[in-house]
Antibody, heavy 122, light 111 residues
Framework: QLQLQESGPGLVKPSETLSLTCTVS??????????WGWIRQPPGKGLEWIGS???????YYNPSLKSRVTVFVDASKNHFSLKLSSVTAADTALYYC??????????????WGQGTLVTVSS | QSALTQPPSASGSPGQSVTISCTGT?????????VSWYQQHPGTAPKLMIY???KRPSGVPGRFSGSKSGSTASLTVSGLLAEDEADYYC???????????FGGGTKLTVL
């Protein structure tokens, strides 16, 4: 069964870069059929899609975050990473990594990590 | 791109049916048959309940159904159970530029 686990610092200073990793087990991240995604949820608020990408290099980003987002894939470790630069308090959120239900789809996420809370504060 | 509009709350008694709406524009909900619904219990990750407006992933009870009319999508939960009490979020494909947007969420209370 596919499992995803987010990890990374829980506290980031304003203007610095947030870095998170999603480790995948029970499935190969290098499968060219599936996309992977990042979604975040500010405390007490709704969901916001950050971006979706495939191992083969196709990427789709939320236009409001695109200039600050970078994703990396490390197939040897079966994990992928998110970097969000120039963070502010508005980036404080629970960050989820996820995989869509169907291959070739960039959305309709049915496998999720448990989420990791990142707080932006000095 | 603005978030999709959902009512902040909805409620129903056990056994009843409740419908949650999700209103967008012709650039998202109205333009594509690509609306999904997620259920989220407190402290847990969202769960995909509906995709492609009407389809249910494997394991989702038939009590959950989706529909769409124009730029408004709806999620109907029939035969309400206590365990259905949760937050529900809709999402829609929004074209190649915006790609994916979510609604603000609806808190469903089972009375």
């Amino acid at each position: 069964q596919l499992q995803l686990q987010e990890s990374g610092p829980g506290l980031v200073k304003p203007s610095e870069t947030l870095s998170l990793t999603c480790t995948v087990s029970g499935g190969s991240i290098s499968s060219s059929s599936y996309y992977w995604g990042w979604i975040r949820q500010p405390p007490g608020k709704g969901l916001e899609w950050i971006g979706s990408f495939s191992y083969s290099g196709s990427t789709y980003y939320n236009p409001s975050l695109k200039s600050r987002v970078t994703v990396f894939v490390d197939a040897s470790k079966n994990h992928f990473s998110l970097k969000l630069s120039s963070v502010t308090a508005a980036d404080t959120a629970l960050y989820y990594c996820a995989r869509p239900y169907l291959p070739g789809r960039t959305r309709d996420f049915d496998s999720w990590g448990q989420g990791t809370l990142v707080t932006v504060s000095s | 791109q603005s978030a999709l509009t959902q009512p902040p709350s909805a409620s129903g008694s056990p056994g009843q049916s409740v419908t949650i709406s999700c209103t967008g524009t012709n650039d998202d909900v109205g333009g594509y048959n690509d609306v999904s619904w997620y259920q989220q219990h407190p402290g847990t990750a969202p769960k995909l309940m509906i995709y492609d407006v009407t389809k249910r992933p494997s394991g989702v009870p038939g009590r959950f159904s989706g529909s769409k009319s124009g730029s408004t999508a709806s999620l109907t939960v029939s035969g309400l159970l206590a365990e259905d009490e949760a937050d529900y979020y809709c999402s829609s494909y929004a074209g190649s530029n915006n790609h994916l947007i979510f609604g603000g969420g609806t808190k469903l209370t089972v009375l």
